[in-house]
């Protein structure tokens, strides 16, 4: 049975230092409002409500849920997609950030350790002074 075009996710949330905290964010504000059953803060991946598939699995036994096109030209068959939605509230100045993919993290990481602290494509952000 494959799954529907629509199809309810379980939204997360994180919290980090130059967030706003507690009720004054939009964020958590955003997640009191959904009403969710069993919602609650963490920082696992998002996954399906029905059946508590992590969103990428979901999407890679579910094929036909992203383009054959956008699948083709990003790799995503495993269900991983380049973009992440992200609501952010913030309170502080933030830095910029590049998340590039896995073969380029792990090639600047290579190159210049001191200025890009992680190979992982997932968590890449430069430590520029």
């Not at 919290?15 to 964020?27: E, F, I």
């Amino acid at each position: 049975m494959s799954s529907p075009p629509v199809f309810k996710l379980a939204p997360t949330t994180q919290q980090y230092d130059w967030g706003k905290p507690g009720s004054t964010a939009k964020v958590a504000q955003f997640a009191a409002a959904s009403q969710l059953p069993g919602f609650t803060i963490d920082d696992s991946p998002s996954h399906d409500f029905a059946t508590g598939e992590k969103l990428s699995a979901h999407l890679a036994k579910n094929s036909h849920l992203i383009v054959p096109a956008v699948a083709r030209k990003f790799n995503a068959e495993d269900g991983n997609l380049p973009f992440l939605f992200k609501v952010l509230s913030i309170q502080k100045a933030l830095s910029i950030q590049s998340h590039p993919d896995k073969q380029t993290a792990e090639k600047l990481h290579a190159e210049r350790p001191d200025v890009y602290k992680g190979a992982s494509h997932e968590a890449f952000s430069p430590q520029v002074k």
